[in-house]
C-alpha cells in the first residue's frame, strides 16, 4: 500500500467518524424540538390531521376570563387559552406560577389529548405588566389582536 493510498484511506475514515456524529447529533436534536403554536394554528393544524399524543408542543395566548377550575383532586386545574380567535381548553395537574391569573398571557407545554384539550405538562405566566412571551405576542400581532406598544 502506498503511502497515497494510506492518506487517503485515513482521511474517508475521519469523514466517516465525522458525518456519522453529525447524523446523532441531528436524531438528537429532531426528538428534542418542541414547537410553539396559536390556538389558531392548532385548530388548522387538528383540521388537516389529528395530532399524535406523543409529539411535543407548546401553546401561547391569553386565559380565558372565569374560565379557570378545579377539578374535585384539588390538584389539577383546567382553563382555556385564546388568541381571541380560537380557545383551546388545557388541563394542568401541578402547582401554577404565583403570576398565573386569567386575562393574562401565558405559554403551556405539553401534548395534545384525542379530545381535543391540551394536557400540559408545565405552565409559564408573564414576569410583569409589561412582558409577555414573544411567541404570545406575535400570535396576537397575528390575530390583528395586539394591543401592546406599537411596534
Known amino acids: 500500500m502506498t503511502r497515497k493510498r494510506r492518506r487517503l484511506y485515513i482521511v474517508g475514515g475521519f469523514m ?4 456519522t456524529a453529525a447524523a446523532l447529533v441531528l436524531a438528537a436534536f429532531e426528538e428534542n424540538i418542541v414547537f410553539f403554536y ?12 389529528p ?3 406523543e409529539r411535543r408542543l407548546r401553546i401561547g395566548g391569553l386565559v380565558v376570563e372565569d374560565s379557570v377550575g378545579r377539578d374535585m383532586d384539588g390538584v389539577t386545574i383546567t382553563f382555556r387559552v385564546t388568541d381571541t380567535v380560537e380557545v383551546v381548553p388545557v388541563k394542568f395537574r401541578g402547582l401554577l406560577p404565583d403570576l398565573f391569573r386569567e386575562g393574562q398571557g401565558i405559554v ?6 384525542g379530545d381535543g384539550t391540551f394536557i400540559a405538562t408545565e405552565v409559564l405566566a408573564k414576569h410583569d405588566e409589561n412582558y409577555m412571551p414573544k411567541e404570545v405576542a406575535e400570535a ?8 401592546g406598544d406599537h411596534e
Open 108 to 113: 403551556a407545554e405539553g401534548s395534545m389529548a
Open 140 to 147: 396576537l400581532k397575528e390575530a390583528g389582536q395586539w394591543q
Open 16 to 19: 466517516l467518524i465525522f458525518a
Open 51 to 53: 395530532i399524535p399524543p
Open 38 to 49: 396559536s390556538p389558531t394554528e392548532l385548530a388548522r393544524m387538528m383540521e388537516q390531521q
